[in-house]
C-alpha cells in the first residue's frame, strides 16, 4: 500500500495484489479439507500448533498430527471452564491433559513443552467460543 500511495504502483497492480492475496486465504481456509476425515477450523489451528515442529512432522507423519489435533479439541473442549484463563489449577489441569495427550500419541518428548505451550495460546484464541456460557 505504501508503494500504491507513493505512485510507484497502478491501480491494477494493487488488484493483482488483492486478487493474489484473495486466492492465498482461500486456499488456506480449506487446507483442513486435504484430511482424511476433514479437519474443522478449530481443529486445523491444533493441527498448526502441533506441526510447528518439523521434527514431529517429518517422524509422525501428517495423518497422526491431524489424529493429535482431533483429540486435543475433543479432550480441552470438555475441560474447558469460564474461568480456564485466569485460573492456575484450571491451567494445570488443561497443561496435563495436553502433555498426555501428546505422550500417549507418540510425539517427540523434546518438542513437547513447545507444543503445549502453542496450544494453550491456540485455546486463548477460542475462549469466547468454547468457554460455557453462565445462565
Known amino acids: 500500500m505504501t508503494r ?21 486465504v482461500s486456499a488456506d481456509a480449506s487446507r483442513g479439507s486435504q484430511f482424511s476425515p476433514p479437519l474443522s477450523n478449530d481443529e486445523l489451528a491444533f493441527y498448526d500448533a502441533v506441526a510447528e515442529n518439523e521434527a514431529a512432522v517429518t ?13 486435543l479439541v ?15 489449577d484450571v491451567r494445570a489441569k488443561l497443561r496435563s491433559t495436553i ?5 500417549k500419541h507418540g510425539y517427540p518428548p523434546d518438542a513437547q513443552p ?7 495460546r491456540q485455546m486463548e ?11
Do not use: C
Not at 114 to 120: G, I, P
Not at 125 to 135: D, G, I, L
Open 4 to 24: 500504491y500511495t507513493n505512485q510507484h504502483l497502478t491501480a491494477a497492480e494493487v488488484i493483482a495484489e488483492l486478487v493474489a492475496m484473495a486466492r492465498e
Open 59 to 71: 517422524e509422525m507423519g501428517t495423518s497422526m498430527l491431524a489424529d493429535i489435533a482431533r483429540d
Open 74 to 88: 475433543k479432550s480441552l473442549r470438555r475441560d474447558v471452564t469460564t474461568d480456564w484463563v485466569s485460573r492456575d
Open 99 to 103: 502433555k498426555r495427550l501428546l505422550a
Open 114 to 120: 513447545t507444543a503445549t505451550e502453542l496450544v494453550l
Open 125 to 135: 484464541t477460542f475462549v469466547e467460543e468454547w468457554s460455557p456460557r453462565a445462565s
